[in-house]
């Protein structure tokens, strides 16, 4: 394997690892912006209402980051397995700065989901793409604290999103612009940063044969997904759950689901390989991921509105009091990745699903008037749970499976887990509702809750008389009694979801009993393994990665490339 003409040899032995550190940053800032703008818009949606219209549509702000994010998610991971990792990564930052920009700029409702949908898809293709450079540059045994920081990085992100968004909407109004549209701004120099660092420390690499995109494949995913995600967000506000559009999209998914199988299973060259899942530790990781999801992120979803509704703190306080679960997580994350290679994954993640068990199964007792200390404090164990488990999967599946599929792989696990937490809020919501139907009744008699309903605010509708308990002239106008039943009905509610949630995670517990526990492999391991033959026109890993002498990326077995000392020298000749 040879250097590129005009590249300039490395001076420092240290070079190498100084590269990696960089590049390791970009990525972070990257995933960091991605996860920060699928939450940070909710608390400034009310000043873009009132600045720009639109309150009929204003969900699908949310929506259409979502659905765009989720259905690049696999495709990502192929193309990084095809084409190099820095390219799609590049292309994700760029994607996602100019989503960012054009938010910034809209005038209308329609035009702001359209941008966040540009947003979407940027911010789809950078956290599968960081984990997968992640293994691309790492041996298995150094994964985990590495893979627990990006992990760490996105559950921060994803708690602060909504403090950080109430901030800049009362504090930053600039030259004039409206304060929510600085929240779409400041991604701009982060994002230019996060390009500078990606784009001097990725290597290039040379072009090369590749069998031609299932694009088939793509097709029949991207309309399931669709289909699913849209019965999530229509069922049950839209749409009746027992509509014909929701039955209709349901069985579309499924069908789709079929049809993708079928198609894979013949693909030359198969969007999501079949031959992950004859990895035993790949299958039970995916289905273990997926649960998690649910039981996890899902549960977690109902937190914030736990906190300012039951508890009774304000909207911004409530993200701050989230903070202390996100500093249990990253602590977690960061000292299961550090104990990994001695401890093996299996160990954390039985730890990592049995206190989740318990934490859900704690929080489920919280009652109606719980100190905010303790309501904290249990919070802050469920994360020590997730920091075990967010990034314990992965590792495993990393290891299991071959190097060339590492992109797919990832990224097939990034988007169960994506899917999993969808599904669970769509389904906790359900049993939510079904039990604010009945508690409701139960805590204040029929004729407050017709007295209730009576308010325009909640639009006749049962499931939205918690909502009142956010509405400042409601609390102070109505009597304690009142007040009180709506606290004991949707804390007994939520407490239903909480018990669900640590149901789902004991059968991922259960699975993960079946996880199978093998060493981690060192950098020779990784490098002289069986897996390491790449099969016949695929992505191979240059030996020199790990190292510490040689590039960071995936690199064609015959190219030549350009290592990553840092920026390439003046009139350099690598290649696009």
């Known amino acids: 394997m040879s250097v590129s003409e005009g590249e300039a040899p490395a001076t420092k032995a240290s070079d190498p690892s100084r590269a990696r550190n960089l590049l390791l940053g970009g990525l972070l800032l990257g995933v960091l912006l991605a996860a920060l703008d699928s939450t940070v818009v909710g608390t400034s949606l009310p000043k873009v209402v009132a600045d720009i219209g639109g309150f009929q549509h204003f969900a699908w702000v949310f ?59 940027g911010g789809g293709m950078l956290f599968p ?84 995109m299932d694009l088939m494949g793509s097709a029949v995913m991207s309309l399931s997904l669709v289909s699913l995600l849209l019965v999530t967000i229509w069922g049950g506000d839209t749409y009746a759950w027992a509509s014909p559009q929701i039955i209709g999209l349901a069985a579309t998914s499924i069908v789709s689901v079929i049809a993708f199988v079928y198609i894979e299973l013949r693909a030359r060259d198969p969007l999501v390989p079949p031959v992950l899942f004859k990895e035993p530790i790949f299958t039970v990781s995916a289905i273990a991921v997926f649960l998690a999801g649910i039981s996890m992120f899902g549960v977690i979803s109902f937190m914030p509105t736990y906190m300012q509704g039951v508890v009774g703190i304000s909207a911004t306080y409530s993200g701050a009091a989230l903070l202390p679960m996100t500093v249990a997580m990253v602590f977690s ?3 299961s990745g550090v104990l990994l290679n001695r401890f093996g994954y299996k160990s954390f993640a039985l730890a990592g699903t049995a206190i989740t068990i318990a934490g859900l199964l704690m929080l489920s007792r919280l009652g109606s008037a719980p100190s905010i200390n303790l309501a904290v404090a249990e919070m802050a164990f469920l994360g020590v749970g997730l920091g075990l488990t967010m990034q314990t999967y992965i590792v495993a599946a990393q290891n299991a499976i071959e190097r060339r599929l ?35 009744p139960a805590h204040l008699g029929q004729p407050a809750v017709d007295q209730l ?42 407490s239903v979801v909480f018990v669900m949630g640590a149901a789902i995670a004991t059968v991922a517990f259960v699975v993960t009993l079946f996880l199978k526990s093998r060493p981690l492999k060192s950098k020779e391991e990784y490098l002289n393994g069986t897996s390491a033959k790449p099969a016949d026109g695929a992505v191979a890993l240059a030996p020199s990665v790990l190292t510490g002498d040689g590039p960071l990326d995936q690199v064609p077995a015959d190219a030549s490339v350009v290592a990553a000392k840092g920026p390439p020298a003046p009139g350099g000749g690598s290649p696009p």
């Open 333 to 335: 994350s960061f000292i």
């Open 406 to 440: 590492i992109g797919v792989g990832t990224s097939a696990l990034t988007l169960l887990r994506s899917l999993g937490a969808t599904i669970g809020v769509t389904v906790y919501g359900i049993v939510l509702n079904g039990q604010l139907r009945t508690q409701l």
């Open 129 to 212: 793409i960081a984990m997968a450079t992640v293994a691309d540059i790492y041996a298995p045994g150094e994964r985990g604290r590495i893979q627990g920081t990006i992990g760490a990085v996105f559950g921060f992100a994803s708690v602060v999103g909504p403090f950080m968004g109430g901030w800049i909407v009362d504090n930053v109004s600039v030259l004039g612009i409206a304060s929510w549209r600085w929240i779409f701004y400041v991604n701009l120099p982060v994002g230019l940063a996060a390009i500078m660092m990606v784009s001097a420390y990725f290597p290039r690499i040379a072009k090369q044969r590749t069998p031609p």
């Open 63 to 121: 929506s259409a980051y979502m659905l765009a994010s989720t259905l690049v998610i696999p495709l990502a991971g192929k193309l990084s397995d095809l084409y190099g990792r820095r390219p799609v990564y590049l292309a994700g930052l760029i994607i996602f700065i100019a989503g960012s920009a054009l938010c910034g700029m809209v005038s209308s409702m329609m035009g702001l989901i359209l941008m966040r949908a540009v947003q979407g898809i």
């Open 453 to 494: 309903l009576a308010n325009p605010f909640i639009g006749n509708n049962v499931e939205n008389i918690p909502s009142l308990l956010l509405q400042g002239p409601f609390l102070r106008s109505s009597p304690p009694f009142i007040v009180d039943g709506i606290k004991a009905a949707f804390s007994d509610a939520l």
